[in-house]
Each structure stands twice: as C-alpha cells, then as structure tokens.
C-alpha cells in the first residue's frame, strides 16, 4: 500500500514523446526531497535483466536523476513530506511507472 513516510523504489520509463522513434533526455525532480540514483538503463526495463544492475549499497544521493533517451532511470526516495507524497500520487496516473514498497 502506498502511503506517507513509505519507502519507494520506482522505475521511470523514456520512451517515444511526441512521435514515433523519438525520445530526449528529461530530467526529474521531487519537490523537499532528494533520491537515490539505483541504476540506468538502455531500451524497455526488465526486472529480470536489468534489476541485478542496481547499485543497491551505498547508492547517490541526487536531487535530480536524468531519464535517457529511450532508456530508465531506477531511484528510490521517502515520502516523508505530504505534499511530495501527492505530487508522486499525482505522476502516477500520469507516466508508466513501477513501484515496489
């Protein structure tokens, strides 16, 4: 269950924007909080292929990662501020994203 002062760990997916066969790099932020920088990736993520890239120990501490063109970008965070938790509510009906708590 999400729920305030809940532990995320999210994928975020880049893929086609505006068109088909097209992609830049975005970045992305929380509003309060920093995050922690798991892993990269090139293509679609597969938790069988790609979760064992996850720097796991003593991950980077950002307060904005870089979703590649065409790639994912692995963070985790705390939703320890209200309005964070809502702003992260709110992404999620938004953006293809996979939480595990």
């Not at 532990?7 to 066969?21: E, K, M, P, S, W």
């Not at 922690?36 to 307060?63: A, M, Q, T």
Request: overall charge neutral.
């Amino acid at each position: 269950m999400l729920g305030l002062n809940s532990t995320f760990d999210a994928i975020l997916q880049n893929a086609n924007a505006l068109a088909v066969n097209v992609s830049e790099i975005h970045p992305w932020h929380l509003h309060g909080n920093n995050l922690w920088v798991l892993g990269y990736g090139e293509g679609k993520f597969s938790e069988k292929k790609d979760e064992n890239k996850f720097k796991l120990k003593n991950p980077p501490l950002r307060n904005t990662v870089v979703i590649f063109r065409f790639g994912w970008t692995a963070l985790r965070f705390v939703a320890d501020i209200i309005q964070e938790f809502e702003h992260f509510i709110a992404i999620l009906s938004l953006i293809c994203i996979w939480v595990w708590v």
